[in-house]
C-alpha cells in the first residue's frame, strides 16, 4: 500500500446532512512526504483556498506529521474518506465543514482512500487546505474486483465503494479507532463528540433506523434458507447508515470482521442474496452489534428526485 502523507453512553448528537452529490489486502510500503510536489496552484481544480482553520486556546496540540512519536499519532482523530474525481466536490465540502465546526482542527488526521494517485486532486486538496493533515492510501482494487457481484446501480459496483471494509488493514496499525464518513455529508458541529463516544464494547458506531423493513435489503433466497437467515438469530436486525460510522478498528482486526465480510461475498456469488453493493455484508456481520442514534444525521438532504 503506498501512502501519500501531507504532514502539518450514546451518541452524541452531532448533526450530519448527508448531501446526495451526482457522480459525474494491502500492505503498507513507500511513503511521499513532499507537499511542494502537489502545492502549484495551476494543477489544482477550481477551488478556492479554505481559511486557516486553527486550535482553540484549551486544546491539546498532538502530533502532527509521519516524523514524530506513534504514540500521539494514535490519539489523533482519525477520519477517514474516500477519494475519487467523480465525487471531488463532496469530499471537499465535507472537509471544510468538518474543519469549520471543530474546536480543534490541528488534531485531525484525514485518511483518503484511493484507487491512484490523481496529481490535479492531491494538488487541489493541499491548495485548498494549507494546513490539513492528510494521507492518501492507495487502495489495491484487484483485492475487491472478483468478489463484487452485480447490484441494482452500476455506481454501486464500483471496488472503491468496497474500501471501507479493508480500513483495518489499510490504516496504520497505531490508529485503533476511525470515524469513516461517505464523501456526500455535511458536517455541522464538532466532529470530535462524536470521536469521543462510547462504543459499550460494540464495533460500530452508526444511525440506526429500526422501523425500515430489513427484509428489502436480501432476497427471497436469503430468507428463504434457514442456514442463512439464521444469521440475525437473537440479534437487533435494522439497518444502520454505513455513510457515518465510528469504528473500532482493533476489534475489527482482531475478531476478523473483514475475511467474514469476504466470506459473506463469496455466499452473494454464488446464491445472489443481496442486491446493495457493499451495504449488505455490512449489515450481515454487525447489525446488532452497532450503538444506535438516528439524531446522529439527516439522510436524502439535498437529494434531487428524478421520479
Request: a neutral charge; proline letters at 5%; aromatic letters at 12%.
Amino acid at each position: 500500500m503506498a501512502i501519500f502523507h501531507h504532514p502539518n453512553g450514546h451518541l452524541p448528537h452531532l448533526f450530519l446532512i448527508l448531501f446526495i452529490i451526482p457522480a459525474v489486502s494491502a500492505i503498507r510500503a513507500d511513503v511521499a512526504t513532499e507537499k511542494t510536489s502537489y502545492n502549484n496552484p495551476s494543477d489544482a481544480l477550481l477551488f478556492h483556498e479554505a481559511p486557516a482553520f486553527r486550535n482553540a486556546d484549551y486544546c491539546n496540540v498532538s502530533f502532527s506529521g509521519i516524523d514524530g512519536a506513534m504514540d500521539d499519532y494514535g490519539r489523533r482523530v482519525h477520519i477517514a474518506m474516500t477519494l475519487d474525481a467523480n465525487y471531488l466536490r463532496g469530499t471537499m465540502a465535507a472537509v471544510h465543514s468538518i474543519l469549520q465546526h471543530t474546536a480543534c482542527p490541528d488534531n485531525l488526521t484525514f485518511h483518503f482512500l484511493a484507487a491512484r494517485y490523481e496529481t490535479a486532486i492531491l494538488a487541489t486538496i493541499t491548495y485548498s487546505f494549507p494546513y490539513l493533515d492528510f494521507v492518501v492510501h492507495r487502495f489495491d482494487q484487484d483485492r475487491v474486483r472478483g468478489r463484487i457481484s452485480r447490484s441494482i446501480r452500476k455506481a454501486l459496483d464500483q471496488p472503491l465503494n468496497y474500501a471501507r471494509i479493508y480500513l483495518a488493514h489499510i490504516l496504520p496499525p497505531e490508529v485503533d479507532r476511525v470515524i469513516y464518513l461517505d464523501s456526500d455529508v455535511i458536517v455541522v458541529d464538532d466532529i470530535t463528540s462524536l470521536w469521543k463516544v462510547d462504543l459499550e464494547g460494540n464495533i460500530v458506531a452508526a444511525p440506526e433506523y429500526c422501523h425500515a423493513n430489513f427484509t428489502k435489503y436480501f432476497t427471497d433466497a436469503f430468507w428463504k434458507k434457514p442456514k442463512l437467515s439464521r444469521t440475525f438469530q437473537n440479534r437487533r436486525a435494522c439497518y444502520f447508515n454505513t455513510g457515518v460510522m465510528v469504528m473500532d478498528v482493533n476489534r475489527w482486526r482482531v475478531d476478523g470482521y473483514t475475511r467474514k465480510m469476504e466470506e459473506w461475498m463469496g455466499v452473494q456469488k454464488k446464491e445472489r442474496i443481496y442486491i446493495l453493493g457493499s451495504l449488505p455484508p455490512f449489515l450481515l456481520v454487525a447489525a446488532g452489534s452497532s450503538i444506535p442514534d438516528p439524531s446522529v444525521s439527516f439522510t436524502g438532504v439535498g437529494k434531487e428526485n428524478h421520479g
